[in-house]
């Protein structure tokens, strides 16, 4: 299972969401099946490939809002606590936060490099297309 996937089922915790009864595949005209036979192994190399960088690049972008969110949390809570005050018993744990602000967002910094880097989404989207001119 996928990270946007489990982080999916732990948000709809308790939801009762309405499946339907699946679709029986579509049978090809019987003069094109040994057509649909030859290029199946390709569909499903490429179905494949669409489905591991759709994975990634929507676990990728779940990872990075969540992160961002804890980075923007570390930003404020020492303020919201007083803790930034020289008198408060935490202030040397201010800096803790500072800290884990910076690393969550090289993180999130390196996620989003190794993502366009590695192009995610456009691997996505070219296996996605192949996938289904195939």
Request: glycine content about 6%; hydrophobic content about 45%; charged content about 15%.
């Amino acid at each position: 299972m996928a990270l946007h996937q489990a982080i999916q089922r732990l948000l709809l915790t308790g939801v009762r969401l309405q499946s339907f009864e699946p679709l029986p595949p579509p049978q090809p005209p019987q003069r094109l099946a040994p057509l649909f036979e030859a290029v199946e192994s390709q569909h499903r190399k490429f179905d494949q490939r669409a489905i591991h960088y759709g994975h990634r690049y929507r676990s990728g972008f779940w990872v990075i809002y969540l992160l961002s969110a804890i980075a923007v949390l570390c930003a404020v809570l020492p303020l919201a606590l007083g803790w930034d005050s020289p008198q408060h018993a935490f202030h040397p744990y201010a800096r803790l936060w500072a800290i884990s602000e910076v690393v969550v967002i090289g993180v999130v910094s390196s996620i989003y490099w190794l993502g366009h880097r590695r192009d995610w989404q456009g691997e996505w989207l070219r296996a996605r297309t192949t996938a289904e001119l195939t």
